[in-house]
């Protein structure tokens, strides 16, 4: 087999090299969430979502305006649970406890998620930027510096 790729490693490679696929984020499942997420020097913020819940409906424009604006800043990904693959992931992840839509931020050096947005009151994009660069990622890398001068 030398001289040949493995298609996972093709598609993995082309979904890294995209960045942002679907305007929504890198669609995420079980086998490329370790090496694009967990095994990533940079930040990812990734929803968790179902096509057919209300909310996320709504949520949809707003988290696709966001990564727009910000997918040369961090990375993006997206989670459907109405997945098999995508649901195992978020029951891995502890995401059902918390409710969906939802979305995490995963640390760069540890892999770990932590939620940083979920509810069932919609924000405005502007409010989400405030939300996840204002406080969130300020209030996660105290005595870090570099983080906020690379998201921002």
């Known amino acids: 087999m030398s001289g040949r790729f493995s298609p996972l490693l093709v598609i993995l490679v082309s979904l890294a090299a995209c960045g942002v696929c679907t305007g929504t984020g ?3 499942s079980r086998a490329t969430f370790q090496p694009l997420v967990s095994g990533s020097p ?11 819940c209300g909310t996320c409906k709504e949520m949809e424009p707003v988290w696709s305006e966001f990564v727009a604006k910000h997918g040369g800043r961090v ?12 649901m195992a992931l978020a029951q ?12 995490w931020a995963f640390d ?3 892999g ?10 919609v ?3 502007g409010e989400l930027e405030e939300i996840i660069f204002t406080n969130f990622l300020k209030d996660a890398v105290k005595g870090v510096t570099g983080l906020l001068a690379k998201t921002k």
């Open 26 to 28: 890198v669609p995420l």
């Open 42 to 52: 940079h930040l990812w913020l990734v929803e968790y979502m179902s096509p057919r």
């Open 75 to 86: 990375k993006f990904g997206q989670v459907n649970i109405d997945d098999q693959d995508g």
């Open 92 to 103: 891995d992840h502890g995401v059902l406890e918390e409710g969906i839509p939802s979305i």
């Open 108 to 110: 760069r050096a540890s």
């Open 112 to 121: 770990a998620g932590t939620k940083v947005w979920g509810a069932f009151e």
């Open 123 to 125: 924000p405005t994009a």
